[in-house]
C-alpha cells in the first residue's frame, strides 16, 4: 500500500488474514507521508504498523514508478513471499504488482476490472496493466465483469469478493461516535444548517490554472447557496488554496479518515472527483456530483446515488439534487462489511490449492 485510498481497502483484508493466522508482511512505499494521508489513518483503522516503509515520497509518475520498482525488489527477493497483495490504481499498485510478476512472484488485485475507459487518467493506465499482472483478480463491483471479459480476464482468477471499502466504513459506523465527530466539527467551522462537502484532487481538474480557475468560480457560486466544507488534498493546495477567501467557503486540511466519514454522513450534497467517495456516498444513500468526463465506477450511478458533470453544468446539477427528495442508501451486491474476510478466504484458498499442487 502507499496511496491514501489504499489504506481503508488494505485494513480489513488484513485483519481477516490475522484472524486466520497468516504469514504476512505490510510494505508501506511511503508515496503518501503526510500524517493527514497516511499515518492518522492506519492509527484511525486501528490497523498494525507497516513492517517495512520504502519511503519513496512525490515525484513524476515515472520517478515515482520507478522508485517504488527499484525499492521493493529487494524486500521481495529478501522476504519471499508466495503471493504480493496490492489494491486499487496507484502508482505503488502498479509498481509493486511489475515488480512482484518479473520475480515470478504471483499477485492479487484488490478492486480488479474497474474502467474510465479515460486512458489519459494515470490511474487507467496503471489497473489496466495491474488486472494483466495479476494471477488473482478480486472483483469489488459487479460492472467489473465487461471489462475483464472485453480483456480476456473473465477465468477462474477473477473473484467476486465485495467492496473492501466499505468494510472500513461499516467498521468506523461501529466503532466511532461520527454524529459526535461531525456536531464538533460543525461547531468548529460555525455551521448550523445543511452544508455541502467538496473534495477536488484529480489531476485535471486542479493542475490546469484554467481547469482550477472553474473549480474556484463553481466553488464560489455554491458557497453563496449553502456552506461549503473544502478539506483540501496537499495536490490541490497549489491552485484551490485561494477558496479560503470565498465566501461561505470553509477550506480545511484533509481530515482524520473517522471525521471525514462523519461529515459524508451527515452532507447534504457532496461535490467530489474521487473513486471512493462516490461509493462511499452510495452507500449512505447521499447525492454526490461528480466532476469528472467519466468513471470507473458506474454501478454508483446504476444503483446508487451518483451523477457525473461538468464543472460548467456542476451548479444545476446541486441546484436538482438540493430540490429532490432525498435518495436512499444503495443496495449494491457484496457491499456488506464482509469483503475482508471474502478476499481472505480467496487468497488462503488459493495458496492451499497451490500447495497442494505443489
Ligand atoms: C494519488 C493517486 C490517486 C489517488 C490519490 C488519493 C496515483 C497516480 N494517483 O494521487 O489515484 O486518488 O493519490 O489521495 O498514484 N503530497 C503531500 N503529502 C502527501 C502526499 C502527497 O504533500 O502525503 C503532495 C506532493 O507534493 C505530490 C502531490 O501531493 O506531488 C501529489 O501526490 P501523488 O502521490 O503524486 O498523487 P495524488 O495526487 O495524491
Known amino acids: 500500500m502507499g496511496a491514501r485510498p489504499n489504506l481503508p481497502k488494505a485494513a480489513p483484508v488484513i485483519r481477516a488474514l490475522d484472524t486466520a493466522g497468516m504469514a504476512r508482511t505490510i510494505v508501506h512505499t511511503g508515496q503518501h507521508y503526510d500524517d493527514a494521508m497516511s499515518a492518522s489513518l492506519i492509527r484511525a483503522l486501528g490497523m498494525p504498523e507497516p513492517d517495512v516503509n520504502l519511503g519513496v515520497g512525490s515525484g513524476s509518475h515515472a520517478q515515482q514508478t520507478a522508485a517504488v520498482l527499484t525499492a521493493i525488489e529487494p524486500v521481495l527477493i529478501e522476504r519471499s513471499p508466495a503471493l504480493v497483495v496490492v489494491y486499487g490504481d496507484v502508482n505503488s499498485t502498479l509498481a509493486a504488482a511489475l515488480a512482484a510478476a518479473k520475480l515470478?512472484?504471483?499477485?492479487?488485485?484488490?478492486e480488479a476490472g474497474l474502467r474510465s475507459h479515460d486512458p489519459a487518467m494515470p490511474e487507467e493506465i496503471n489497473r489496466r496493466l495491474v488486472d494483466h499482472l495479476s494471477t488473482l483478480r478480486l472483483v469489488t463491483s459487479p460492472d467489473a465483469w465487461e471489462n475483464l471479459r472485453t480483456e480476456g480476464l473473465a477465468d477462474d482468477g477473477s473473484i467476486d469478493v465485495g467492496n473492501p471499502m466499505i468494510d472500513s466504513l461499516v467498521h468506523m459506523q461501529r466503532d466511532q461516535d461520527l454524529d459526535r465527530r461531525r456536531a464538533d466539527l460543525l461547531a468548529l467551522l460555525g455551521i448550523e444548517a445543511d452544508y455541502l462537502l467538496a473534495t477536488i484532487h484529480r489531476p485535471s481538474n486542479v493542475d490546469d490554472l484554467q481547469q482550477a480557475g472553474a473549480v474556484l468560480r463553481l466553488l464560489e457560486t455554491l458557497g453563496a447557496r449553502l456552506p461549503v466544507v473544502l478539506p483540501l488534498h496537499p495536490r490541490s493546495q497549489r491552485t484551490l488554496g485561494s477558496a479560503q477567501t470565498l465566501p461561505g467557503v470553509h477550506v480545511i486540511e484533509p481530515l482524520a479518515y473517522p471525521d471525514f466519514l462523519a461529515m459524508l454522513a451527515g452532507a447534504r450534497v457532496v461535490l467530489t472527483d474521487s473513486g471512493g467517495v462516490q461509493e462511499e456516498t452510495s452507500f449512505l444513500g447521499i447525492p454526490c456530483v461528480t466532476v469528472r468526463s467519466t468513471t470507473e465506477r458506474p454501478v454508483t450511478i446504476t444503483?446508487?446515488?451518483?451523477?457525473?458533470?461538468?464543472?460548467?453544468d456542476a451548479s444545476a446539477e446541486i441546484d436538482a439534487v438540493l430540490a429532490a427528495p432525498r435518495p436512499d442508501p444503495a443496495v449494491i451486491p457484496l457491499w456488506d462489511g464482509r469483503a475482508g474476510e471474502r478476499i481472505a478466504a480467496a487468497l488462503t484458498g488459493w495458496l492451499d490449492r497451490r500447495a497442494a499442487h505443489d
Open 104 to 110: 515470478g512472484i504471483p499477485v492479487a488485485h484488490v
Open 303 to 312: 444503483l446508487g446515488t451518483n451523477r457525473l458533470s461538468t464543472l460548467d
